[in-house]
C-alpha cells in the first residue's frame, strides 16, 4: 500500500519514549514533569458544570457554517467584536488547518517562530504547506529576530505565525515588535491561547492582536486554556483586517467551515455556562503556575525568565533528558521537542501537582 507523503514514512519511536516505556514496563514510579493536561493535574471543577451540554436545544441539529449565532454572539461580546468577523472551530489545531486552506495552495510557505510548539509543522504538511522557521532570542527575555524573518520571506510566503504569548518559552509580543511584522505586508495568524495566564512578574500591558485594523489578523483561543476544558472541542478566531481583503477571507474562509461543520452543537449551547468556569478553573491554574514557578526559582536550577503560560525552560546538560529518566525517573521535554538550537535544555510544565513536582525539582538537582 502506498501513502501520502504528508504522514511520517517512519514511525519509530524516540529514546526517550522507548526509556519510558521500559520504565513503566518495570513498575517504576515516573515524577511526570511534563503534565499539561489540567483534568488530570488535580483541577477541580464546580459540581454540575456539565449540565449545560444537556439543554434541550442540543437535540436540534442547525448548521451553521461559522457557528451557532448565538455562540458567536457570545465570543463576538468577550472580544468586543462584530458578530460576522467570529468563526467557531472545533479546536485552534482545526482552525489552523482551515487558514492554510484559505490562505495557501500546496507548497506555498508559512513562518513559525522557532522554538515554539512542535505541532505546526503537522498541521502544514497535512496541508501541504511548507514551514520556514523564523528565529527568537533569549537575551534577558526573549525576543524576535526579524532579521530571520527578512531572510525567510519569499515569493511564496503566505502568512506569519505568531504565538502570543510564545509556547513554550512564555513572552509576550512587544510593542515595537508588533510594528515591525505588521510592516512586512502578510496576514498574521495569532495564536493567544495562554493569554488568561500571565505570571509574576507580568508586563504591563499584554498585546492582543484581534483590534488591528491595518493587516488580515486571525486571532485564535478556544476553551482547551480558557477554561482548562481540553476534552469540550471548541474553539474560535476572530478576523480583522482592512474591509475589502477581510470581506473576501470572509466569504471564502465560510465555504470551507460549510464544507466540514465539524462544530457540536452541545458544546455550543453549552459556551455561557462553560465560560463561567473562567474565574473558579483559571484561579487555581494561576496559583498553582506561580507556586511550583517560585519552587523553581528558590532552586539552584538555572531557568530562563518566563512571564505567562504553562511551561518553563531549565538549562541543563546535554541529553539530561534521559539521564534524568533512566537514574531519577524524572520524566521532562527535551528541547529539541520544541525546536530549540541548543541542545542544553529542558522544558518542564508549571501545571505538575505540587508534592511531584517539588520532588521532581529536588532530583533535578542531582544531575
Known amino acids: 500500500m502506498k501513502f501520502s507523503q504528508r504522514v511520517p514514512h517512519e514511525l519509530w519511536p524516540n529514546a526517550l519514549t522507548e526509556l519510558l516505556r521500559e520504565k513503566r514496563r518495570q513498575g517504576a514510579r515516573i515524577l511526570d514533569l511534563t503534565e499539561s493536561n489540567p483534568t488530570h493535574a ?15 436545544a442540543a437535540a436540534r441539529y442547525e448548521p451553521e457554517p461559522f457557528g451557532s449565532p448565538s455562540a458567536r454572539e457570545i465570543i463576538a461580546h468577550e472580544y468586543k467584536a462584530p458578530v460576522d468577523r467570529v468563526v467557531l472551530t472545533a479546536s485552534t489545531s482545526e482552525a489552523y488547518s482551515w487558514l492554510f486552506k484559505l ?70 509580543l512587544r510593542g515595537h515588535e508588533l510594528e515591525q511584522l505588521l510592516g512586512f505586508g502578510l496576514p ?13 512578574p507580568a508586563p504591563d500591558s499584554i498585546l492582543t492582536l484581534q483590534d488591528i485594523s491595518d493587516a488580515v489578523v486571525f486571532t485564535l483561543n478556544g476553551l482547551s486554556k480558557t477554561v482548562g476544558l481540553p476534552q469540550m472541542k471548541l474553539a474560535w478566531m476572530i478576523a480583522n483586517g482592512p474591509a475589502g481583503e477581510l470581506s473576501q477571507s470572509m466569504e471564502r474562509l465560510e465555504i470551507i467551515a460549510d464544507t466540514y461543520l465539524s462544530v457540536g452543537t452541545p458544546v455550543q449551547c453549552a459556551l455561557p455556562s462553560l465560560l463561567s468556569l473562567r474565574k473558579p478553573v483559571q484561579s487555581q491554574i494561576i496559583a498553582r503556575l506561580r507556586e511550583n514557578l517560585a519552587a523553581l526559582q528558590s532552586s539552584t536550577l538555572r531557568i530562563l525568565d518566563v512571564e505567562a503560560g ?54 533535578l538537582q542531582l544531575e
Open 42 to 56: 488535580g483541577i477541580e471543577y464546580p459540581a454540575g458544570f456539565l449540565a449545560g451540554l444537556a439543554t434541550g
Open 103 to 172: 490562505l495557501c495552495d500546496p507548497l506555498d510557505e508559512v513562518l513559525v517562530p522557532r522554538p515554539s510548539y512542535p505541532l505546526f509543522d503537522y498541521l502544514a504538511r497535512l496541508e501541504s504547506v511548507n514551514v520556514r522557521h523564523y528565529g527568537l532570542f533569549y537575551d534577558h527575555g526573549w525576543f524576535i529576530d526579524f532579521d530571520t524573518i527578512k531572510r525567510r520571506i519569499d515569493g511564496r510566503t503566505r502568512a506569519i505565525i505568531l504565538v502570543n504569548p510564545n509556547n513554550p518559552t512564555g513572552h509576550f
Open 188 to 200: 498574521i495568524i495569532s495564536d493567544e491561547v495562554f493569554r488568561d495566564y500571565p505570571l509574576d
Open 310 to 363: 504553562w511551561y518553563a525552560i531549565v538549562s541543563q546538560e546535554e541529553g539530561a533528558e534521559l539521564r534524568l529518566l533512566r537514574d531519577h525517573d524524572v520524566l521532562v521535554q527535551p528541547g529539541y521537542f520544541y525546536d530549540f538550537e541548543s541542545p542544553r535544555y529542558i522544558v518542564i510544565s508549571l501545571l505538575t501537582p505540587p508534592d511531584i513536582f517539588t520532588e521532581g525539582i529536588r532530583r
